[in-house]
């Protein structure tokens, strides 16, 4: 595609529930970043991948975030036993390689109830 | 470690006038600044970033920034503003050692007034 792709764009779940959040970067993008913002916040680093490792996941807040790149493309960000502090919009972003321009997708917000 | 300090939430100004939104930065590294700005439901944008080259950036739609290094600042200008600029735009600073983390501002808001 043109552009980075999250879908879905809305995902509404209840607490305790399971969620997974996928992204599609720009094709031939070697590096994904996921990033969380939180309501009238600037977006915070999660994890990134350079290829399909995770190269720093330092801002993942606990162990029930995890997030995959099985193929160096699609990545998945995976979400246990959620709770209400976990809404917000998290952002994807690829670039072609580290260091250059990353492109942001829309970002999917997740709201828990 | 890194931050970024926004120093207006907000910022109004009317369409025809200047715009400008301050940034300070704090960095142990010779930093990569960059500013983004959000539309609503729309993707973060790259406005304009230095990477130690030229201290005036030139960004796109008539934005510019200038690197001041004696003052942490980064602020961000337009000679004048148009209806099309209202949004939110974010200061980000990346340490030279690892770019792919990108710590943001908290944000300025910016209004245009007609």
């Known amino acids: 595609g043109a552009g980075v792709s999250q879908t879905p764009s809305n995902k509404v779940t209840e607490k305790g529930k399971y969620v997974e959040l996928r992204c599609d970067p720009i094709?031939?993008?070697?590096?994904l970043y996921w990033y969380r913002q939180s309501l009238g916040q600037g977006p915070e680093f999660l994890i990134y991948f350079q290829g399909t490792g995770a190269a720093d996941d330092s801002g993942l807040p606990n162990d029930r975030f995890f997030a995959v790149r099985p193929e160096g493309s699609v990545s998945t960000l995976k979400i246990q036993r959620t709770e209400r502090g976990d809404s917000a919009v998290y952002l994807c972003?690829?670039?072609?390689?580290?260091?250059?321009?990353?492109?942001f997708g829309q970002g999917t917000r997740l709201t828990v109830v | 470690a890194q931050s970024v300090t926004q120093l207006d939430s907000h910022v109004s100004v009317s369409e025809g006038t200047p715009v400008l939104l301050r940034c300070n930065y704090s960095?142990?590294?010779?930093?990569?600044l960059f500013w983004y700005v959000q539309h609503p439901n729309k993707g973060l944008q790259l406005l304009l970033k230095?990477?130690?080259?030229?201290?005036l950036v030139k960004g796109i739609n008539g934005f510019e920034a200038e690197f001041k290094k004696s003052e942490t600042s980064f602020h961000l200008t337009k000679p004048s503003a148009h209806m099309s600029d209202a949004a939110e735009y974010f200061c980000v600073v990346s340490d030279i050692q690892g770019a792919q983390k990108l710590v943001f501002g908290q944000g300025t808001r910016l209004t245009i007034n007609p």
């Open positions: 960095s142990s590294y010779s930093p990569s």
């Open positions: 230095y990477t130690s080259a030229a201290t």
């Open positions: 972003a690829s670039s072609l390689v580290p260091n250059t321009e990353a492109f």
């Open positions: 094709s031939g993008h070697t590096a």
